[in-house]
């Protein structure tokens, strides 16, 4: 058996047998992991305090070769987002966002990344609760580039020439954005506007995107929401076939914000 220790961030959790957990987490070293619980649900336990959804915990676990569940053995608070589980919105903002971390991520493979994405952007839910959605955009962008299935909104996917201010953007069915040339105005337009909010995710970390996002109208943001929504369903959509053959080559290089 081996032990593994490690900064871990509670994503889902399942009620087992009388008194045990069925627990997934984001950790920082081996990814998406499944682990039992034994006994976390017994009345004032502090280790299941410590597996509440999205608590950043240090959790140690053990693993036995060819078991997908691991047991997990102990879980201290790092930091608590349990304030934040009072709002109905951002409690469903905040699963939401945890489904798709699982979604997008193969079991056992570590993401320093995304582990780093995911907490920067509960940090920044824990600053604007009301701002959920506007994070949530800026996450899936994110976990869209990171497992490599955003496309370049920088160039023409066919004749590679760059967009310029003037060039309409035209998706098309592959998730590639082109040219009005090479796509001949085939598939969903992207409007000049959203382009540079897609762009400005690339640039700030998430609180930053936020306060800039106030600035945009709505109709930007709504573009947005239906860009992401429709990236996302084709993914999920052709997921399994192409799990293995994409990974992530760029760097998620905006600092998360120091924790108080
Ligand atoms: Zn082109």
Not at 35 to 42: D, F, L, S
Not at 56 to 82: C, D, G, M, P
Not at 116 to 140: G, H, K, M, S, T
Not at 230 to 249: A, C
Request: charged share 20%; with cysteine.
């Amino acid at each position: 058996m081996a032990t593994v220790e490690t900064e871990a961030l509670v994503l889902r959790t399942y009620n087992f047998g009388e008194a045990d957990k069925i627990v997934v987490v984001l950790s920082q070293a081996a990814g998406v992991v499944r682990g039992v619980a034994n006994g976390c649900r017994k009345l004032k336990s502090r280790f299941g305090a410590a597996l509440e959804p999205f608590t950043l915990t240090k959790l140690t676990w053990y693993e036995k070769e060819n078991k997908e569940l691991v047991s997990l053995r102990q879980a201290e608070i790092i930091k608590s987002h349990f304030d934040l589980s009072s709002q109905a919105e951002t409690l469903t903002g905040l699963a939401y966002m945890g489904d798709l971390v699982i979604e997008f991520s193969p079991p056992h493979e570590a993401n320093d990344n995304l582990f780093r994405l995911v907490n920067a952007c509960l940090e920044a839910i824990d600053q604007a609760p009301a701002d959920i959605q506007l994070v949530l955009r800026y996450f899936e962008i994110w976990l869209l580039r990171l497992q490599g299935y955003l496309p370049d909104i920088r160039r023409c996917g066919e004749c590679h020439q760059e967009f310029t201010d003037t060039s309409g953007i035209f998706l098309n069915q592959n998730l590639v954005m082109r040219c009005r040339s090479c796509s001949q105005g085939q598939g969903s337009a992207v409007s000049r506007k959203l382009q540079i909010q897609m762009r400005a995710t690339q640039k700030v970390a998430p609180q930053n995107f936020v306060k800039a996002s106030h600035e945009v109208p709505a109709s930007v943001h709504r573009e947005l929401a239906e860009l992401t929504q429709q990236l996302i369903g084709r993914v999920l959509e052709r997921q399994p076939r192409l799990r293995s053959t994409f990974q992530s080559s760029v760097a998620f290089e905006v600092q998360a914000p120091v924790q108080s």
